[in-house]
């Protein structure tokens, strides 16, 4: 079945600093992927469409100038998590499908802590 | 109203019982329906797809309810593995998912 793999699976930082996530699709090529995250005993919540080879839509209430989005190509989506607040640490989970109305299929998820 | 709404439980039940969730969503032109499970503090796994019709993979049996609005998961038979926090999501299309906040189950030996 569909593998996204997503990296690094945690990081701690400190406040101020800029954290990048990867998100990659190994076993197929996702023209679109999915940025969610989860605070603790919270739904998981969409930020952002990553669309290959052209801007983000992001959700209303994300900002795009902080969290940054780029999918440079069929494989591959990054999140920038800029200038990083304590209130940022979360479970960032990204996700792609295939063709269609294929489910989703999740990364492993990135547990960004910021003291 | 929120999109999707599920009872967070958590939803206590023994050894080889039957649990059935629901999961009720407001998006009327919805398409498509997943059953996802939840580990704690992992990322979520499909379950299953929801068809119209129905449709049952081994002990777990997913229907969905257009007229009412909203989806099932009936598990038999549960297994101490089957303790999770299970996501009910739905998609109008473009592959795009909103979810419910999830259901825990506990299943006690």
């Given amino acids: 079945g569909a593998v996204v793999s997503q990296h690094p699976s945690w990081v701690i930082c400190k406040s101020g600093t800029s954290v990048k996530i990867e998100c990659r699709s190994l ?6 992927m999915f940025w969610y995250r989860q605070f603790p005993k ?3 919540m969409l930020m952002a469409t990553s669309n290959e080879g052209s801007k983000a839509t992001y959700e209303q209430g994300v900002e795009k100038d902080k969290f940054l989005i780029n999918h440079a190509s069929l494989t591959l989506s990054t999140l920038t998590v800029t200038s990083a607040h304590p209130e940022d640490s979360s479970f960032y989970i990204c996700s792609a499908a295939g063709q269609g109305n294929s489910p989703l299929h999740f990364g492993n998820g990135t547990r960004l802590t910021v003291t | 109203r929120k999109e999707v709404e599920q009872d967070p439980g ?80 739905e998609s109008g299309g473009y592959q795009k998912v909103t979810f419910g906040i999830g259901t825990k189950l506990q299943v006690i030996p």
């Fill in chain 2, 10 to 89: 958590p939803f206590n039940v023994p050894e080889g019982a039957t649990v059935a969730f629901n999961c009720t969503y407001s998006n009327s032109a919805s398409q498509s329906f997943f059953w996802y499970r939840q580990d704690c503090r992992k990322e979520p796994k499909l379950l299953m797809s929801v068809y119209s019709s129905g449709n049952e993979d081994g002990r777990f049996t997913a229907q969905l309810n257009r007229a009412s609005q909203y989806i099932s998961l009936l598990i038999r038979d549960s297994k101490l593995s089957d303790s999770a926090t299970y996501l009910c999501g």
């Fill in chain 1, 42 to 44: 919270q739904s998981l």
């Fill in chain 1, 27 to 32: 076993d197929f090529q996702a023209t679109t």
